[in-house]
């Protein structure tokens, strides 16, 4: 079993529709939570971190960590064609927080 | 200003080549990473240096070797290149910091890749 469980996709969805994103984990001791963006031939760029349990917004974006259930989700707002990416979480343990342990990616495509 | 450069963006060569990546940050940060990402999009850790000194060190083939000639720059040497090293290479650079509730947290800002490809 991977650490990091996320479903690959292909995830399409039209122009305003709200995306749900989501990762699973096995992992205890990962206290640090991240989501990654990253457009075709480009590299992952932070989109949003947190590091405790609740939701936490910026813009349209809605990050959700569920530590009893293992669980991370991302949530899209009024979704654009330019979120058409590919959205990677990534976590990490207290003990050792330069190692980061990502997720496979979710391709996304939101349709005009 | 570009914030973490890598060259070259493009690597085409034979196998059996030895062949070099270079990265440079400019963000002063004093950790710097390189990740393989395979054609999955799996992206997986191999190494980590701190102010010059290795800290991570994943279960990567010896003829991978990092050097960190200061801690602005973090260059990748592959020996006799292989198909299966085909992928997209990132360097990657972080600041430690700390968040409330004493979380320390390295935030890593990724540049643009290296696309190796093996014949």
């Known amino acids: 079993q991977k650490e990091v469980e996320q479903d690959p996709g292909p995830l399409s969805v039209p122009e305003g529709a709200i995306v749900s994103l989501n990762c699973t984990y096995s992992n205890s001791a990962f206290q640090y939570f991240m989501w990654y963006r990253q457009y075709s031939r480009k590299g992952p760029e932070l989109l949003m971190y947190?590091?405790?349990?609740g939701n936490k917004e910026d813009g349209r974006f809605t990050a959700q960590v569920d530590k009893s259930s293992k669980y991370i989700s991302l949530f899209i707002r009024d979704s654009q064609p330019s979120d058409s990416a590919t959205y990677l979480c990534a976590m990490s343990p207290y003990s050792s927080a330069s190692k980061i342990i990502f997720g496979s990616g979710t391709r996304l495509s939101i349709r005009p | 200003d570009t914030a973490v450069s890598q060259t070259p963006k493009y690597l085409v060569t034979q196998m059996g080549n030895d062949k070099s990546i270079k990265c440079e940050q400019n963000l002063g940060h004093d950790t710097m990473y390189w990740y393989k990402q395979d054609s999955k999009k799996f992206l997986k850790i191999m190494f980590s240096?701190?102010?010059?000194?290795?800290?991570i060190n994943e279960t990567v083939p010896n003829r991978f070797s990092p050097k960190s000639p200061d801690k602005a720059h973090l260059n990748l040497h592959i020996n006799s290149l292989e198909l299966g090293d085909s992928a997209v290479y990132f360097c990657a650079s972080s600041l430690a910091s700390r968040l409330a509730g004493g979380v320390r947290a390295d935030t890593q800002y990724f540049g643009p890749g290296t696309r190796l490809t093996v014949l």
């Open positions: 947190t590091y405790s349990s």
């Open positions: 240096y701190n102010n010059k000194e290795l800290i």
